[in-house]
């Protein structure tokens, strides 16, 4: 997927850099088929960004304002808030956005720039693609293609475009004036579509020899029949074909309702699912007595539970543990004979299997019957070809909508049986990523995998229930009633065909999206990275060697080091002495593998405590290299990870503004580097944390190194230190950064590197040194407060007001051993008192964030320890020397009542601030 695919804002939730931020994956996001940025787009509702919101959708899912209508939403079935009061009503948020956006002009401009980049692109591409189907999964992967720039002719059976869009869905539930104008906007993307065109055997092997892929996507338009005596009588109608003949006809359906004509007196419609609630409320529209026949009893109808409510409500009847056997009548529909059922054993569906009860027939009054009870495809044009179907009913396809015969697809309703249109277009954007990998003669499942809804335990699902009502007692969270759309009355809407739900106005949007958790909330997903060759590292003979350099051989199992273990105290489950143990006695491969490689924070403890000079970090940091190579790595760190090699676009924003030039001075050559890592990239990332002032480090750091004279060399050819890729498992971009700023610095002429940042400190004074094979670097590096300390007499403080800090140890210090030089700086300033927390030092207890921008519950847990261990000390401010300990430490301060509110609540400032504010010249 190339950048341009991306919309401009992707800044609120994905970068363009090839980097990114997540927690992991939210619950609504893994359940969504068509993996929706949900939580993106409810936030971008919230701050009223409209536009942006809806072109987020529009990556995953083509149509917002009808998907929006008639989604199954099992992202809402999974949200967070359903085990504390009401899930977020997301799919009325989603048609909201389609509905603000769809009918503006901003809506033309994105098709219009879609349609302008396509046709460049299309210059490049000549490849020609056919779409066999214009139904949501055929639509979306037209759509996909398109924007990428090749050719696309979809072919349609009927003569409307929609699929089972426009012929299986009632207009009171997603009216066509509304998805005309979502196809429109899909076409306008340059996509051909030809309706009313027959797809035989013939017309299918011409496609063939015309195209250079076909995707199939022609739904399941075929009824299942019941199987019984008198189903060719008169008064018979396949539901399938009920809908489709209803919606092709709709507006002499609503003469015939204006005039009074019934449909049918008694009808009987027979099924349980959506389908058969769709057609029981279109006759009851049309005048008719309506009974919903169903073998099984209403708990285990397949049907939304929101549909058959409305139903019962509008006056459709419904018989439950029956089953026809047979339709009676004299050429006719008059009688229905039914038997009734009783719930046995379950069956494969999960559901107990329905069993006749015998002698229990009964006879029901009818004149129109219409069963519902599933559909099929019609694959006969297929016959003769290598394209696979299971029993002629559906085509076999992977889950990458790949067939068995070379350069065809197939996706939606005839691969999956009737489903829903969410998974739909979830096919069709995988498909479009096949076709386009095809054409492009690479490998077509490469490096993919689908994000999927994790099974959870029910000690897991209990434990998000304590949680949550920790939260509530903390006053962190309170239960909010959910909004509900507007619905219009049972009387008025089963008069018409109008549509009943009339969705959210905005100020109840807003007030809905205000009740997300913002669970995961730092989401800012990657980039998908472009498909590379990895040289996979034997587990076995690479880890053997690991544990000797580590001196994981040695290991004792005192368990020492998961005693003091602050994951562990958290969460029981891991064990550093356990992560040990199976190095040395189990299968390598299945370590490597394994997700508790992970959920180390690497904070360093264990090293620190280990009585046999254990180097855990380094065996972690190892073995997480092995799992790269082998592509095993947990969506959240692969997401979670800040940068790549290109991330070094504005890296001296800090020196921008008039004020700032001013002030600062620097240089390109000098005998002190001050190196300022990704501050200028984080400021725009948290620049509505209002706490936070990042760029201010780097600016505070030059105006102290130029009070005692001296002017630092910058770059801004200066690279991301690579520590997050390192600590991934990217061994070779870590070192291809290493490298660079290498060069970088040694052609300043710098002898000393001075840094702010501890991460970038640790990982030159350590990681760098390894990679590179020398020891020397050809600089000497060290934090700002070991720099002062040599510079102490240059340094003049002023005179300010007493006051009672505390400091927090980030961990990248403490693994060098700086405990001392930043407190005696701060010692520096008159008036300043340090107060210890009860774990400090080398003992001091982390932020939790396993070194990257990734935030779980552990990590909160133990920030809000640290922020209790600050706030015990009677400090004022609590002072920190990592850019990424003052964000999460400062989210879980703003987000918790406990640590005060306002004045009152104890604030946190970087180190070098710190500092810079106490200049004499500031005084």
């Known amino acids: ?94 048609r909201f956005v389609g509905d603000c956006v769809s009918v503006s002009e901003a809506e033309t401009e994105i098709e219009k720039g879609t349609e302008r980049d396509a046709l460049k692109m299309r210059s490049t591409k000549a490849k020609k693609v056919a779409v066999i189907g214009a139904g949501p999964a055929g639509l979306t992967t037209a759509y996909r293609l398109a924007r990428r720039g090749y050719a696309v002719k979809v072919f349609e059976k009927l003569p409307v475009e929609g699929g089972m869009l426009f012929a299986g869905i009632p207009p009171y539930r997603l009216p066509k004036g509304v998805l005309k104008r979502e196809i429109d906007a899909v076409k306008g993307a340059n996509i051909e579509i030809e309706t009313e065109v027959e797809i035989n055997k013939e017309k299918f092997e011409q496609i063939r020899s015309e195209y250079d892929a076909i995707f199939i996507a022609i739904g399941a338009h075929v009824s299942r029949k019941l199987g019984v005596e008198g189903e060719d009588l008169d008064g018979v109608v396949h539901g399938v074909d009920f809908l489709r003949d209803f919606n092709l006809n709709l507006v002499n359906n609503r003469a015939r309702a204006a005039k009074g004509e019934k449909l049918g007196k008694k009808v009987a419609v027979v099924g349980g699912g959506n389908v058969a609630i769709d057609v ?37 009847k419904f018989m439950f543990l029956a089953n026809p056997k047979r339709i009676l009548g004299a050429g006719k529909v008059e009688k229905i004979e039914l038997i009734q059922m009783e719930l046995g054993p379950q069956d494969e569906s999960g559901r107990r299997r329905p069993i006749p009860i015998k002698g229990s027939e009964f006879l029901l009054d009818v004149d129109l019957v219409i069963p519902a009870i599933g559909q099929a495809s019609d694959l006969r044009f297929l016959e003769g070809s290598k394209v696979e179907t299971l029993r002629g009913l559906s085509i076999k396809a992977d889950e990458f909508c790949i067939t068995a015969e070379e350069g065809i697809f197939a996706g939606g309703d005839c691969v999956r049986g009737a489903a829903f249109a969410v998974d739909a277009v979830a ?69 018409s065909f109008e549509e009943i739900n009339l969705g959210f106005s905005e100020d109840a949007a807003v007030e809905e999206a205000e009740r997300c958790f913002r669970c995961r909330s730092c989401l800012l ?153 990704c501050l200028s990239y984080l400021d725009r990332v948290y620049k509505d944390r209002k706490n936070l002032k990042l760029l201010e480090i780097a600016r505070s750091a030059v105006k102290i190194l130029n009070s005692i004279g001296i002017v630092p060399a910058v770059s801004k050819e200066e690279k991301c230190c690579g520590h997050d890729l390192l600590w991934t498992g990217e061994e070779k971009k870590f070192e291809a950064l290493m490298h660079k700023n290498i060069e970088v610095i040694r052609k300043s002429g710098a002898k000393k590197v001075v840094f702010t940042c501890a991460e970038c400190l640790r990982t030159f004074d350590i990681d760098y040194r390894r990679f590179s094979g020398d020891p020397e670097l050809g600089f000497e590096v060290m934090h700002i407060s070991e720099f002062l300390r040599l510079r102490e007499k240059e340094l003049k403080l002023g005179d300010g007001k007493e006051q009672i800090i505390a400091y927090h140890d980030p961990c990248r210090l403490r693994h060098l051993g700086v405990y001392e030089d930043p407190r005696e700086v701060l010692k520096m300033i008159p008036g300043i008192k340090i107060k210890e927390m009860t774990h400090n030092k080398e003992y001091a207890s982390c932020c939790g964030v396993s070194a990257l921008l990734t935030c779980g519950t552990v990590a909160r847990k133990m920030q809000i320890e640290r922020l209790t261990e600050a706030v015990q000390t009677g400090a004022s401010k609590l002072i920190v020397a990592c850019p990424k300990c003052w964000i999460h430490l400062d989210c879980a301060s703003a987000s918790n009542p406990k640590f005060g509110i306002g004045k009152d609540k104890i604030q946190i400032e970087d180190l070098t601030m710190t500092i810079a504010s106490r200049l004499a010249s500031n005084s």
């Open 525 to 677: 997903t990657t980039v998908p990275a472009e498909n590379e060759e990895r040289e996979e590292i034997d587990a076995g003979d690479f880890i053997d060697r690991l544990t000797h350099v580590t001196g994981v051989n040695k290991c004792a199992e005192c368990g020492m080091c998961t005693a003091s273990c602050p994951v562990t105290a958290i969460n029981p489950g891991f064990s550093p002495r356990r992560l040990s143990g199976k190095a040395l006695m189990d299968d390598a491969e299945k370590l490597a593998l394994s997700e508790e490689i992970w959920s180390c924070t690497t904070c360093g403890i264990c090293n620190v405590i280990c009585p046999h000079g254990v180097d855990f970090l380094r065996f972690i940091q190892g073995v997480r290299s092995v799992a790269r190579s082998k592509n095993h790595v947990p969506h959240y760190f692969e997401a979670g990870r800040l940068a790549t090699e290109e991330i070094d676009a504005d890296r001296l924003r800090w020196l921008r503004g008039e004020e700032s030039n001013k002030e600062l001075r620097v240089a390109d050559k000098g005998e002190v580097y001050y190196f300022s890592g």
């Open 1 to 94: 997927m190339t950048l341009e695919y991306f919309a401009w804002f992707k800044k609120y939730l994905h970068s363009t850099e090839g980097f990114g931020i997540d927690r992991e994956v939210p619950r609504c996001i893994s359940a969504c088929p068509a993996g929706c940025d949900v939580q993106g787009y409810v936030r971008l509702i919230e701050e009223g960004k409209h536009e942006e919101a809806y072109s987020l959708i529009k990556e995953k899912i083509p149509f917002p304002a009808s998907i929006g209508r008639i989604c199954h939403h099992p992202c809402e079935d999974v949200c967070k808030r359903v085990f504390f009061d009401e899930s977020i009503a997301i799919a009325t948020l989603k």
């Open 427 to 495: 096919d069709g954007n995988e498909a479009a990523e096949s076709i386009d990998r095809f054409l492009r003669g690479i490998d077509l499942k490469d490096g993919r995998t689908k994000i999927k809804t994790p099974e959870e335990r029910p000690e897991e699902l209990e434990y998000i229930k304590e949680e949550l009502e920790e939260e509530e007692v903390r006053g962190l969270i309170s239960k909010k009633r959910r909004k509900e759309p507007t619905i219009i009355g049972v009387e008025e809407r089963i008069k």
């Open 280 to 316: 029981a409320r279109c006759a009851i529209r049309l005048g008719s007595y309506v009974t919903v026949i169903y073998r099984r009893s209403r708990e285990e109808m397949p049907a939304r539970a929101e549909e058959i409510k409305e139903a019962e409500e509008e006056g459709v």
